[in-house]
């Protein structure tokens, strides 16, 4: 079958959407709705080539899940080892090119294989360099799991170092699937590691403690600094979505707020009832529902149109017979009644399915299966690990005197709680995340490593934890470039958004540029 790029990425909301299901099962705190996934697109079964292109007889099709025996525990090797899947595609590669590697992250790696073509910046470089593309899964994630379960004893084994040392061991000791693929490594060929949001961050850590493995690196939306009290993920929703929508949805935060600040229950029964949401037992947990509207925000991508799930709701909310507000929106009592129709005849169900209402999205039931379901393939359970060990990026209210789209109701402490529901053998109490430890080991916003390429994105809800977050200023080098574009959340990732933004493109090819001119410079050392 076939797929032009075009129509792949117009699918873009659709899959998505169907992306975050992980998430919504129930989607009970900020921390899991915000996961920094990459997206699901349709995957074709080759990449898109020129004519002048030759596929070699014989080169296997993309989706082939390759294995490799990953060691349990790098601080252990006596443990053992688990199988690790990995994809690759070498249908540009030519001896000598350059092995282009990356992890997705936190999920499911299995239907990402669009990350090896073409239509990626990944497949871009191999293609123009001659390279191979591989894609491996990150430990504790779909089917590499070093223990059959993700208790928190298993789980023990999932850090940030343990996955920069999967990454290394693999690169140094594996024979790749191809002619000649036991002498491509580093020192042999030159390797280049490539990752988006959290994998983009791992991309950079990776490239700190365990310099000279990697010769270079691209890493678009990295969420390098690690924070714990992230309100700042909604300022860029705030700032650039529509500004009727803003003002109406700051109403009713603001009259939530104004109401549980006075101990209003009544009040925020009516309120929640209004939203088809009576049921919810605590007020943190329905200033969350409201809250998931705007985390749709990290779905929208540069050619997304009316039909995307946040579009849609703010048209819910502004667009009246046919009319649309003005800048200040409709007023309070508008807003109350079209945000809470909007939940009532299309959101509860996008969002809960079948659920009941405390079941899809209640928190404060320990006994509940989502906290207590320790299967393999569960992302939100292994994200939810390394949120609460050493990630945090609690998505929360902002401070008093900033404008809020986020309820204040939503600080840290309401989503730590939940570390100690879902790993209560760990957390006896609400942890505080140790990111500061986090950012003093792997550099953080201090980052400064040679031909690292870094690419944000203007509207990115995770800007402020990457290197090009507001009044950080970090230079943008030669030696380590930093671009921006209009985009959104790892837009640059997906060739065909520089079509539809052309500051995107200028960020594709500089990174382009960059890897030439990099993979050009290196020498082999073996």
């Not at 693999?170 to 790749?176: E, I, P």
């Not at 299966?369 to 990026?393: K, L």
């Not at 957390?427 to 990111?435: I, K, L």
């Not at 943008?476 to 079509?499: C, K, L, Q, R, V």
Request: aromatic share 12%; proline share 7%; charged share 15%.
């Amino acid at each position: 079958m076939s797929c032009s790029p075009t129509l792949g990425i117009k699918m873009w909301a659709l899959t998505l959407l169907l992306l975050t299901v992980v998430a919504r099962a129930a989607i009970p705190n900020a921390m899991l709705r915000g996961m920094q996934s990459l997206p699901k697109i349709p995957v074709p079964q080759r990449s898109i080539t020129s004519p002048s292109v030759t596929v070699l007889p014989g080169v296997p099709n993309i989706t082939t899940v390759y294995y490799f025996d990953q060691l349990i525990d790098h601080n252990n090797p006596g443990l053992g080892t688990f199988q690790q899947r990995y994809w690759m595609n070498r249908e540009f590669y030519k001896p000598g090119g350059p092995i282009i590697l990356m992890t997705p992250g936190e999920l499911n790696a299995d239907g990402l294989e669009v990350f090896i073509t073409n239509y990626s910046i990944n497949g871009r470089i191999a293609q123009q360099q001659n390279g191979a593309a591989i894609l491996i899964e990150h430990r504790f994630f779909g089917d590499s799991n070093p223990y059959d379960n993700l208790t928190s004893q298993s789980l023990a084994l999932l850090t940030i170092q343990q996955a920069i040392d999967d990454l290394v061991y693999f690169a140094t000791t594996a024979d790749l699937p191809m002619p000649g693929g036991d002498a491509v490594k580093p020192g042999q060929a030159p390797w280049i590691l490539i990752g988006a949001s959290y994998s983009g961050a791992l991309s950079s850590y990776t490239m700190v403690n365990k310099p000279g493995i990697f010769w270079a690196g691209y890493v678009s939306s990295a969420t390098v600094e690690t924070i714990t009290d992230y309100y700042e993920y909604f300022t860029p929703v705030r700032e650039y979505m529509p500004q009727n929508c803003s003002s109406d949805v700051q109403a009713v935060i603001a009259y939530l707020d104004r109401m549980y600040m006075t101990n209003d229950t009544a009040g925020i029964q009516t309120l929640q009832e209004a939203f088809g949401l009576g049921g919810l037992n605590h007020a943190g947990d329905f200033a969350t529902a409201l809250q998931s509207n705007l985390g749709d925000w990290q779905n929208v991508q540069p050619d997304d149109g009316p039909g995307s799930m946040f579009y849609r709701f703010c048209d819910a909310l502004e667009v009246k017979d046919g009319v649309n507000a003005g800048p200040d929106g409709w007023g309070l009592e508008n807003a109350i009644n079209s945000w809470g129709n909007f939940w009532n005849t299309t959101y509860y169900k996008h969002t809960c399915q079948d659920q009941d209402v405390e079941t899809c999205l209640g928190t404060f039931v320990p006994t509940d299966p989502y906290w207590t379901n320790v299967t393999v393939d569960n992302a939100a359970r292994s994200w939810f690990w390394m949120v609460c060990n050493q990630i945090g990026f609690y998505q929360v209210g902002p401070p008093e005197g900033q404008p809020a789209i986020v309820s204040r109701i939503l600080q840290p402490s309401f989503v730590e709680r939940q570390c100690v529901n879902m790993f209560p053998k760990v957390f006896a109490s609400p942890p505080d995340t140790p990111t500061a430890k986090t950012n003093a080991m792997y550099a953080g916003w201090n980052v400064n490593v040679p031909r690292l390429f870094f690419a944000n994105g203007l509207r990115d809800p995770w800007r402020g934890g990457t290197v090009s977050a507001d009044g950080l200023n970090k230079p943008n080098t030669t030696s380590m470039p930093i671009y921006m574009s209009d985009g959104f959340h790892t837009s640059d990732m997906i060739m065909d958004n520089g079509i539809a933004d052309p500051t995107i493109a200028v960020v594709q090819k500089a990174g382009l540029m960059y890897m030439k001119k990099w993979i050009a410079e290196w020498k082999p050392s073996t």
